[in-house]
């Protein structure tokens, strides 16, 4: 099992122990990411019993933290973006979601996704940064496989994601920072990923991506012996939330590697706030911390992209 398979699984048994999924529905998605019984059964029984209930909330459904209002997403209302193709590796043809910035650009942004894939929450965050002048491309990592609306849901999505050897991600990512550079070639572009995500920005700093002027992976995990050297030109905002021990425990190991590269960074880390916080679908949301991220986000593109 490698690290971001072993992420994934992890993934899983925490949405368990925090009460998201069902005992039933956490061994289905194990299982699916290729964790027998044997395996499954004593890691959910180290969560503790099965809450008596789930949440009410329907799945791709958040309220507002404390309340029962629909949630409101951090940053301004989305532009439309529209479904593109372009040359990938070896051949492929790679799948994303494109949003011009009205006007002339300020940068450009490759979005990586959750573990679930090429979703209408990472369309809007897309949608979000072109409104805020940057155009942004949100590549679909699952294209090799269909995209992700080939799958019947998202726990198949992560599946697909699972199985798909780690290089064939940093190709893609570094085709879409081709992209936007085909589409915006008068600006600097950045990488920004979530969860999963944050953790494939990660890969493709290690990876050695000088083109890019700054870069904000969300709460992703580390690779084992990141080496940021071939990056070390990138401004890189690592960001982290307080209740999220499993990630934070390769924070400082993080924070040793892009100084030790000699790496313009910033680590912050959001008081109060869960895994996944900026996720304005999931029951995890902090309306505050992500608004708060998305203004830091803003701020560290207007001075490392100009």
């Not at 529905?25 to 789930?54: F, I, K």
């Not at 929450?121 to 990592?141: C, E, M, P, Q, T």
């Amino acid at each position: 099992m490698t690290e971001f398979q072993e992420y994934l699984t992890g993934e899983v048994v925490e949405d368990y122990a925090d009460g998201i999924i069902t005992r039933r529905e956490a061994l289905r998605q194990l299982g699916l990411l290729g964790v027998g019984a044997a395996v499954a059964t004593p890691l959910l029984a180290a969560c503790g019993t099965e809450p008596e209930s789930t949440p009410d909330a329907a799945p791709g459904s958040a309220t507002a933290a404390g309340g029962s209002s629909p949630a409101v997403p951090a940053g301004p209302s989305p532009l439309p973006t529209e479904a593109i193709t372009f040359a990938g590796p070896e051949g492929r043809t790679l799948q994303a979601a494109w949003a011009a910035a009205a006007g002339t650009p300020k940068g450009s942004v490759l979005v990586i996704h959750e573990n679930r894939g090429l979703t209408d929450h990472i369309r809007s965050v897309a949608g979000r940064f072109a409104a805020s002048g940057y155009s942004a491309l949100a590549v679909d990592l699952l294209s090799a496989e269909g995209g992700t609306a080939k799958f019947a849901d998202s726990a198949q999505a992560t599946a697909a994601l699972n199985a798909a050897p780690d290089t064939r991600f940093v190709a893609d990512m570094k085709a879409g920072v081709g992209e936007l550079l085909r589409r915006v070639p008068d600006a600097k572009p950045a990488a920004v990923g979530f969860c999963f995500g944050g953790g494939m920005v990660w890969s493709l700093l290690a990876a050695g991506e000088p083109r890019l002027g700054a870069a904000a992976p969300f709460y992703g995990p580390l690779p084992d012996g990141a080496d940021f050297a071939g990056s070390r030109r990138v401004a890189v905002l690592g960001v982290y939330a307080e209740q999220d021990d499993r990630v934070n425990a390769s924070r400082d190991a993080a924070k040793a590697a892009l100084e030790k590269a000699g790496v313009t960074h910033q680590i912050t880390t959001f008081p109060g706030a869960g895994h996944a916080f900026f996720n304005d679908t999931g029951q995890r949301y902090n309306p505050a911390a992500a608004s708060s991220a998305y203004d830091q986000l803003l701020d560290w593109f207007g001075r490392h992209l100009t």
